[in-house]
């Protein structure tokens, strides 16, 4: 009694800190397999089996109930504490060599999402390399900035040039 106690209060911290919960069938996988999984997702996220009744319970705890649906059958819960694009990467490239492992679907920002939307998390660039596309569009617009600014006085600069070739032509 006291384990599952213990289980549920740490699968509730678990909900309350993670980023996102992703979950998974993940039936037919061996031990090793389940081990090369843990592995893929160590930097970005925690893969824990648990049952579905103490996972119930800490999510409602944890002020999340909208897993009911998706929690049938076994399952596993994937706890993202780093960019959910990662972990969701992660996944489907696991489940492209491990077709025992299903993505059932997940949690993200208040909502449940379906396998499908899980799949088009997988599918987005990673937060780094969003940022760097942004610094990159700020860079191009401050150089057009910058350019448009000096563009007049380039011009002036050159008309003036003209002139002065033009009377030093005149007068020579």
Known sequence: ????????????????????????????????????????????ASYAVVKNTLTKIAAKEAGIDVLDDLLVGPSALTFVYGDPVNAAKA???????????????GYFEGAPLSAEEVDAFAKLESREVLLGKLAGAVKASLFA????????????????????????????
């Open 1 to 44: 009694m006291a384990t599952k106690e213990a289980t549920v209060a740490e699968l509730t911290t678990n909900f309350r800190e993670s980023a996102a919960v992703w979950l998974t069938d993940y039936r037919g996988l061996s031990v090793s397999e389940l081990k090369e999984l843990r592995s893929a997702l160590r930097a970005d």
């Open 145 to 172: 900035a910058a350019y448009l600014f000096t563009a007049p006085q380039a011009s002036a600069v050159r008309a003036i040039d003209q002139l002065r070739q033009k009377k030093e032509s005149q007068g020579a």
């Open 91 to 105: 996944l489907r490239n696991f489940a492209k060599d491990h077709p025992a492992l299903v993505i059932k679907g």
